[in-house]
């Protein structure tokens, strides 16, 4: 039997690394796909300064598991998370999960966290010659809500975090020797997760089914692309490509799955900031779309959510959708009046009681304002051939999601 590779995980742990981790080394006895993981994060996990669900502690406890705290700022701190211990290999995999996800963040902060850190640590892999290189892109674009919405599509980052998440896909497929892949996401939902609109938006209508109230939605009930995918998929998609990757090299993944990485930037930034790719510059790399088969709009994707609480999905009237386009930020805290009351209603009146939570009905302004999200998702099956676990956004996938929640005392269980 061939031996395992070893692998390194950077960042992610208030994204999808968790996930990715619990894939690699199973808590529950499982055959791992890892011989030794490493995990390397600016949080700690012993006391947790972030959430981490019931299962990844699991994993921290298993055998060759090991987590470090690391200010990943610092090119040393990174040069030092590839050294591996004394008598193990080198790693041959490396999972990038780095980046800032707030959509408030300045732009120095996505450029000195986002882009200048994915920078560092791929510039180290190149340099230690590892085997794969998987960067995750979340859905930080808006598409076009019709065409094929394959990987060729045209996309525009969507304001500071998808301006400079989009421009380390540059920087890093402009490295030289770097067997990089990029996993490119639809809107993700899951057990453990919490980040992004799916999450609250189920919170949202679980109050609203409390209430035996329709849930209300702004803008027009139009039928632009909400894609979703399940957090499990992310995962399988990310070890797929780096086994893939592994086999197939760089040269020849470009040429299988290889592209253009377009320039989306003001020019003056090639200047301005350091790593920074030419404007000019042609930059390819692989990159694989990851989504499910619902390819649901957001009517779709709203109503399959209200029925699960047993409500139903509408939006608010002409005047209401016409005065939140004029002055969004200043209503966001009546929007979310009555719901956000209604979940503390509902946590505190819990059976059993949650005495704390990191899950929220609270809808902030990217959450409530239009987004059209929608990546085919063939290439990956063709190419690659990955298989999803969760082809379909349906009340099954919601039903597992909340069950295990409410396992961990993290979601309310008022039934």
């Not at 700690?44 to 699991?58: D, E, I, R």
């Amino acid at each position: 039997m061939s031996k395992k590779p070893n692998a390194i995980i950077f960042g992610g742990l208030n994204t999808c690394s968790r996930t990715l981790a619990t894939l690699l080394v199973p808590p529950d006895g499982g055959e791992r796909l890892v011989e030794n993981l490493r995990i390397v994060d600016k949080y700690s996990v012993a006391p947790a300064t972030t959430y981490l669900g019931s299962v990844f502690p699991q994993v921290l406890k298993q055998p060759n598991v090991e987590y470090r705290q690391a200010n990943l700022t610092v090119a040393a701190t990174v040069a030092a998370a590839f050294d591996p211990p004394a008598g193990q290999d080198p790693y041959d995999y490396v999972f990038d999960f780095t980046g800032e996800i707030g959509w408030d963040r300045p732009e120095g902060i996505q450029v000195g966290h986002t882009f200048k850190i994915a920078r560092q640590i791929g510039l180290e892999a190149a340099k230690r010659q590892v085997k794969a290189y998987v960067r995750i892109q979340h859905p930080f674009y808006n598409c076009k809500e019709s065409g094929n919405h394959d990987e060729k599509a045209e996309v525009k980052p969507e304001g500071v975090v998808g301006t400079w998440w989009h421009e380390t896909l540059r920087a890093l497929g402009a490295i030289e020797d770097l067997n990089l892949v990029i996993i490119r996401t639809a809107l993700p939902y899951g057990p453990y997760i919490n980040y992004l609109a799916v999450i609250p938006f189920i919170a949202v209508a679980a109050c609203y089914g409390h209430l035996h109230q329709p849930m209300k939605a702004l803008n027009s009930p139009g039928k632009y692309p909400s894609h979703t995918v399940h957090v499990e998929d992310i995962a399988g998609a990310m070890w797929a490509a780096a086994e893939w990757m592994a086999k197939t090299g760089r040269k020849e993944g470009d040429a299988l799955a290889g592209e253009e990485i377009v320039f989306k930037n003001e020019k003056s930034k090639a200047s301005e900031v350091e790593g920074v790719v030419a404007p000019t510059q042609k930059v390819v790399a692989p990159l694989f779309n990851i989504e499910d088969e619902s390819k649901v709009t957001l009517v779709e994707l709203g109503n399959v959510i209200a029925s699960f609480f047993g409500t139903t999905f509408d939006f608010h009237n002409f005047v209401t959708n016409m005065a939140a386009k004029l002055r969004l930020e200043d209503m966001i805290e009546d929007i979310n009046e009555v719901h956000v009351s209604t979940w503390t209603e509902m946590i505190t009146s819990s059976n059993p009681p949650i005495p704390n939570t990191q899950f929220s009905s609270y809808m902030d302004l990217s959450a409530l304002k239009k987004h059209v999200v929608a990546f085919n998702a063939d290439k990956i099956k063709e190419v690659i051939g990955y298989k999803l676990n969760w082809p379909q956004f349906n009340h099954d996938a919601i039903r597992d999601m909340v069950d295990k929640l409410k396992a961990e005392h993290s979601w309310p269980n008022n039934s």
